[in-house]
């Protein structure tokens, strides 16, 4: 990568990022094939991709359940499966369109289709934010809303300079790991943040590596183990103003395990 700096992602780690990345991730990543559940407009991935990134925001519904309810029409009651129909919409909707501000913001408004009223979808929130566990407790206070707008141009200005770089396969997996920690803790929207972001992750992989990276179980995994994934969120620090990322390291590592734990 020849990029000296960037606006908002730091890079202070990617060399021992690369230097850990384990050199089987590629021939793990090529080696990645479609369900044969798989079928005209059914995608299995992309319902495991749905269900286990909502499962990770409380949504009690199963895979198999949701895998009935799309591939055989298994009827349910809406309140089961809407929010995880949104969701799998999103992301057929990043499939067929490429990585861009206004597409984030659309594919935003997809997945809170029925979390948010329509005036807040895709739109920057103006108030503060925090995150609190399943405990009640604080797990980390959000950008203030006066810079939210600011640091998301210069997310998306990273994002348009790094879609136009030419990245090895470890640095497009630190980027897309990197692009999912600082959105979530930057939590540009009234809800729908962590969704979003996980989506935002896959997106990015998508744009450098094809449509293969649809195929990754990421969600599953942090769902799996959420407590880590939390963990490693919160390890960066509470205040947005304080974050050290110095300390993200087992965060971004926890996409290209996804793949070891698929096998």
């Not at 286990?52 to 198999?64: H, M, N, Q, R």
């Not at 929010?83 to 499939?95: S, T």
């Not at 300079?161 to 990197?178: G, H, I, N, V």
């Amino acid at each position: 990568m020849h990029i000296k700096e960037l606006n908002i992602l730091p890079t202070g780690l990617l060399d021992e990022y690369v230097r850990s990345f384990d050199a089987d991730n590629a021939k793990k990543f090529g080696s990645l094939t479609d369900s044969e559940l798989t079928a005209g407009n059914f995608s299995f991935y992309v319902s495991v991709s749905a269900v286990f990134s909502s499962k990770i925001e409380g949504e009690s519904i199963e895979l198999d359940s949701f895998i009935k309810h799309k591939r055989f029409e298994v009827k349910y009651k809406p309140d089961y499966t809407r929010k995880i129909d949104d969701l799998y919409d999103a992301y057929l909707f990043a499939q067929n369109n490429i990585l861009s501000p206004q597409n984030i913001a659309a594919a935003h408004s997809i997945i809170t289709k029925n979390i948010l009223h329509q005036t807040t979808r895709g739109v920057f929130r103006k108030n503060n934010m925090y995150v609190l566990s399943g405990e009640g407790k604080i797990e980390y206070v959000a950008a203030l809303p006066g810079i939210v707008v600011a640091e998301m141009n210069k997310l998306y200005a990273d994002i348009e300079l790094l879609l136009k770089t030419e990245l090895s396969f470890e640095e497009t997996f630190f980027f897309a790991s990197l692009l999912h920690l600082v959105f979530v803790k930057i939590h540009p929207y009234e809800d729908g943040n962590g969704r979003a972001a996980r989506l935002l992750e896959k997106w990015f992989l998508s744009q450098k590596l094809g449509q293969k990276a649809w195929l990754i179980q990421s969600e599953k995994f942090y769902y799996n183990n959420h407590a880590g994934y939390y963990r490693n969120i919160r390890l960066l620090g509470i205040e947005y103003e304080n974050l050290d990322f110095s300390k993200a390291l087992t965060f971004l590592q926890m996409l290209p395990d996804s793949m070891s734990a698929e096998l």
